[in-house]
């Protein structure tokens, strides 16, 4: 059953390519209505597969949530802040304070346009954010004490949060990869989470495999060219 069509806006505050804002249309039948990256190419990708989106080439803490909403009703918001300072792919290289609060921006929305759903999807090592030590690098003794922080801001600004961690291959997308993702309501509705439609438990879908959804017919030059 399709849900009605939200006439409230729709945002997607870091917009890359457009993969969000695709599975936001299929959801609720429309692209988002405004995509805000600081990032040229990032925006000329999602311009290319949302042609009716107003697109924001901007810093994120410097845009204004009541000039960008024109104060009209926002629906939803979704959030997928810079990940690699928060990864363990990053490795044992220093992280920037500064890009790992970016989710501190949401707080800003929440608190200053009050959408009514807030979405953010992270690295599953977004849950263990917390101060850095001198050397730039997590203490480890304080892990989670930042991520406790913006989660109590949510709240503290009308918001009922959960979060789940979640693998896209269980939905019926080729990628083992876990990710977190943290869903925040003010609207009083309950959060409701998918069930599982791709496993090897009875009843599921097999999963699928990146080799049977790729057009081999289509010619491409190799990466290291």
Not at 119 to 148: I, S, T, Y
């Given at each position: 059953m399709r849900l009605p069509l939200p006439t409230d806006l729709l945002g997607d505050s870091f917009a890359g390519g457009g993969g969000a804002s695709l599975g936001i249309e299929m959801a609720l039948g429309r692209s988002p209505d405004f995509a805000i990256n600081h990032d040229d190419e990032a925006l000329l990708m999602h311009a290319r597969n949302h042609p009716l989106t107003v697109h924001l080439k901007e810093n994120i803490w410097k845009v204004d949530p009541h000039v960008v909403t024109a104060d009209k009703p926002v629906f939803m918001l979704w959030a997928s802040p810079d990940c690699r300072h928060h990864s363990k792919a990053k490795g044992g290289k220093p992280v920037s304070r500064s890009v790992r609060g970016l989710a501190d921006v949401i707080l800003l929305w929440a608190q200053e346009v009050?959408?009514?759903?807030?979405?953010?999807?992270?690295?599953?090592?977004?849950?263990?954010?917390?101060?850095?030590?001198?050397?730039?690098?997590?203490?480890?003794?304080?892990?989670?004490?930042?991520?406790?922080?913006?989660?109590?801001?949510?709240?503290?600004?009308?918001?009922?949060v959960e979060f789940k961690e979640l693998r896209a291959c269980d939905y019926g997308t080729p990628t083992i990869r876990k990710r977190l993702f943290v869903v925040a309501r003010r609207d009083m509705k309950p959060i409701l989470w998918p069930a599982p439609t791709h496993g090897t438990a009875t009843g599921l879908q097999p999963y699928r495999t990146a080799a049977e959804i790729i057009d081999w017919s289509i010619r491409a030059p190799s990466i290291f060219m």
């Open positions: 009050k959408p009514r759903v807030i979405l953010l999807e992270n690295v599953e090592e977004f849950r263990d954010w917390g101060p850095l030590d001198a050397d730039g690098m997590p203490c480890k003794a304080r892990k989670g004490l930042e991520f406790a922080r913006w989660v109590r801001g949510l709240e503290a600004r009308g918001y009922m």
